[in-house]
T-cell receptor
Framework: QKEVEQDPGPLSVPEGAIVSLNCTYS??????FMWYRQYSRKGPELLMY????GNKEDGRFTAQVDKSSKYISLFIRDSQPSDSATYLCAMTTKTSYDKVIFGPGTSLSVIP | DTGVSQNPRHKITKRGQNVTFRCDPISEHNRLYWYRQTLGQGPEFLTY????????KSRLLSDRFSAERPKGSFSTLEIQRTEQGDSAMYLC?????????????FGAGSRLTVL
């Protein structure tokens, strides 16, 4: 079993839809949770990060962490064609701070 | 600052040849990382540096791989005697630690194709 799992998709939604992207993980020591977006043939770029449990909102994006279930989510409201990309969740522990572990990514297409 | 720069962007080589990739990180950052990404997978950690010191290496980094960061500035990743299984995107990232979460800034990657 991999440390971090994601549904690979592809996920296809119409423009304006609410998108829900999810990750599960096995290591209860993970404390920092991040979401990266990766366009084709580009490096990943950070969307947002959260520490421990709770919600965080940034514009159209909301990140949720449920440590009791080892489950994190990213919601995208009013999705746009420019949101079409692969979304990677990533996480680290406090003690192994430098080793960021990525999920396999979910491919999202937003159809105009 | 132009971000993290990687060269070359794409390298095609024959099996058994050596290849070298270069990464220029963000100058204010004190950590530099190498990751490998294959199609349909997330980036996998290979190694990282704090200044010029290489502090951790993944078991994915076989003895054919070597990374250096002379003088704590740019870094190189060399792969000797390439194999077809080495075909992947090699991503470099840098970060400023401590800074809350370890936020990595990635370069665009160097894609390796081994024929």
């Amino acid at each position: 079993q991999k440390e971090v799992e994601q549904d690979p998709g592809p996920l296809s939604v119409p423009e304006g839809a609410i998108v829900s992207l999810n990750c599960t993980y096995s290591n209860s020591a993970f404390q920092y949770f991040m979401w990266y977006r990766q366009y084709s043939r580009k490096g990943p770029e950070l969307l947002m990060y959260t520490y421990s449990s709770g919600n965080k909102e940034d514009g159209r994006f909301t990140a949720q962490v449920d440590k009791s279930s080892k489950y994190i989510s990213l919601f995208i409201r009013d999705s746009q064609p420019s949101d079409s990309a692969t979304y990677l969740c990533a996480m680290t522990t406090k003690t192994s701070y430098d080793k960021v572990i990525f999920g396999p990514g979910t491919s999202l297409s937003v159809i105009p | 600052d132009t971000g993290v720069s990687q060269n070359p962007r794409h390298k095609i080589t024959k099996r058994g040849q050596n290849v070298t990739f270069r990464c220029d990180p963000i100058s204010e950052h004190n950590r530099l990382y190498w990751y490998r990404q294959t199609l349909g997978q997330g980036p996998e950690f290979l190694t990282y540096f704090q200044n010029e010191a290489q502090l951790e290496k993944s078991r994915l980094l076989s003895d054919r791989f070597s990374a250096e960061r002379p003088k704590g500035s740019f870094s190189t990743l060399e792969i000797q005697r390439t194999e077809q299984g080495d075909s992947a995107m090699y991503l470099c990232a840098s970060s400023l630690v401590p800074s809350g979460a370890n936020v990595l800034t990635f370069g665009a990657g160097s894609r390796l194709t081994v024929l």
